[in-house]
């Protein structure tokens, strides 16, 4: 497909900071931890309210002014295709108005991306989570402008979605478009991707359902793809997985192609090379 805005990546600032507990982005993390850890649940808690196995986030909140008509677009749309995330289980169908297999992009930006897949996969019904309202402005804007019906919005971390408004086996397709690798060995831990994120995703797809990841970043690419090996209930469906993509491609229920967003143009002119990892849920 050609050429749009970068959908994805670098929507939020990827600098260290303490943990936060407020509104979280398009890549947040959980602890590694015992399997008992990752073991996938609604959000767990203790007596005093807090999360039995505290996580770091992978990002630090990034604000930004909304222009005139972006405010006028969100005023307009919004309400009825945006909320923020809660910790109260999500209705889909009635939110979308029909019954339709659902998907949902962590971290989906500006949105171009989304707009691009929503509008290529129509039956499909499509959630983007986000934590930047500016790029969720931009999305909005496309989304009134283009009337496309098929995609919804929820600001906040994505991570309590999967925990508190997912329902398990819900989901036919998670898609994950170059989350920030946080390059330094030190701040590993605020990858999105780690063991307990899988196993949680693993646990909201359907059987069939698709986990599909993209990213840049080399390091990044060999540990996803080492966790995504070790969760049990996914099974690696293209090449970079152990997989043969041609044997699923015309059968899997989402579609393996991306649009060419603008980052990963610039990583392609810098000699990047991009990694896609797509896994299925075992059909037991």
């Not at 060995?185 to 994120?197: G, S, Y």
Request: glycine letters at 8%.
């Amino acid at each position: 497909m050609d050429a749009v805005n970068d959908a994805a990546n670098n929507t939020a600032e990827s600098v260290p900071g303490p943990p936060s507990t407020g509104s979280a982005p398009a890549e947040s993390s959980t602890p590694v931890g015992s399997a008992a850890d990752r073991a996938p649940a609604r959000r767990q808690r203790n007596s005093t309210g807090s999360r039995l196995y505290p996580r770091v986030t992978s990002f630090r909140s990034r604000r930004g002014a909304l222009t005139p008509t972006q405010q006028q677009s969100w005023d307009r749309t919004w309400p009825t295709i945006g909320r923020d995330v809660a910790d109260e289980p999500l209705d889909a169908a009635a939110w979308f108005g029909r019954e339709a297999p659902l998907v949902i992009e962590i971290g989906c930006g500006t949105g171009t991306a989304t707009a691009a897949m929503a509008q290529a996969e129509p039956h499909l019904n499509l959630i983007g989570i986000e934590v930047y309202q500016p790029g969720l402005a931009q999305l909005v804007q496309r989304i009134e402008r283009e009337q496309i019906e098929n995609i919804r919005l929820l600001r906040g971390d994505a991570v309590d979605v999967l925990e508190n408004m997912i329902a398990e086996e819900s989901l036919t397709g998670v898609r994950v478009f170059f989350p920030d690798p946080w390059p330094k060995a030190r701040h590993h831990k605020r990858r999105l991707l780690q063991p307990a994120t899988f196993a949680l995703i693993a646990n909201r797809l359907r059987p069939g359902g698709v986990l599909h990841v993209a990213t840049d970043h080399a390091d990044y690419a060999e540990h996803i793809a080492a966790v995504g090996a070790e969760e049990p209930l996914l099974k690696g469906i293209n090449e970079s997985t152990g997989g043969v993509s041609s044997a699923h491609r015309d059968t899997a229920p989402i579609g393996f192609e991306r649009p060419v967003t603008k980052f990963e143009g610039k990583a392609h002119r810098a000699g990047s090379a991009i990694t896609e990892l797509i896994w299925g849920k075992i059909k037991i």
